[in-house]
Structure formats: C-alpha cells, structure tokens
C-alpha cells in the first residue's frame, strides 16, 4: 500500500466507522447490560428475602428507605436494564444487516457523534425527540 492510500484508508476509517468497531461498542454495551440485570436480579431476590422474612416494616423504620420503595426502585432498574439489553441486541442486529446508525424514523444516517454517546440508538436526535 503507497502512503497516499494508507492517508486515504484512515481518512475514510475515521468519516465512517468499520462494523468491527460498533459491533465491539454494542457487544460490551449487551455485556455490562446483562451483568447490571444479574446485579439488580440479584438484590430484588436479597430484598425480597428480607421483606418474606418479616422486615417490611415500612412505617417503622425511619432509617433508609423501605423495603417496598427499595423493591420499586430496583423493578424500575431492572426494566430500564432489560430495555437496554433488547436495544442492544437490536442494535447487534440491524448492525448484521447493515442498517446500523440508519435513523429507523427518517432512514437519515445518524450523525456518528451521536452513535459515539450512545451506540445503541436507533433513531437521529430529531426523531427522537
Ligand atoms: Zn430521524
């Protein structure tokens, strides 16, 4: 390969990034996904063992918030976590077929500024509003 197209093939690397590059960006975005819901499933099966265990004692318990605000909070993680998880699949997905960073709104590409901050999305930030 000369210099001149060794410039050209970063330059074009860097206008467009390759499917490598978002595939790794989407699978460790699927990985720390997954591993969050394992947290979360595992402290709603702590809490809930704790509230089986008669600790629900919300009104009595000035200290901390009670076991059925606690238990809310982590069902509200765990379904934010689990609509991660599928857009990272989806997104996993559309990459295999080629429609990654591809608005599915206004089939705009989505400017890479914005499939930097989140890889997952699959809409431009005008159709997400
Ligand atoms: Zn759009």
Redesign the pocket.
């Known amino acids: 390969m000369t210099e001149a197209e060794a410039v050209g093939k970063q330059l074009e690397s860097t206008d467009q990034a390759p499917d490598g590059y978002w595939r790794d960006q989407l699978q460790s975005a699927l990985d720390s996904s997954i591993d969050e819901l394992a947290a979360i499933e595992s402290d709603l099966t702590a809490t809930r063992a704790l509230r089986g265990n008669g600790g629900d004692d919300d009104e009595h318990d000035p200290d901390g918030i009670p076991l059925s605000s606690a238990l809310q909070l982590l069902e509200g993680q765990k379904v934010r976590t689990l609509n991660q998880i599928r857009l990272a699949a989806s997104a996993l997905e559309d990459l295999a077929q080629g429609r990654h960073g591809i608005?599915k709104?206004?089939l705009?590409r989505i400017p890479s500024q914005r499939l930097e901050i989140k890889p997952t999305t699959g809409?431009?930030v005008?159709?997400a509003r």
């Open positions: 608005c709104k206004c705009q809409t431009c005008k159709c």
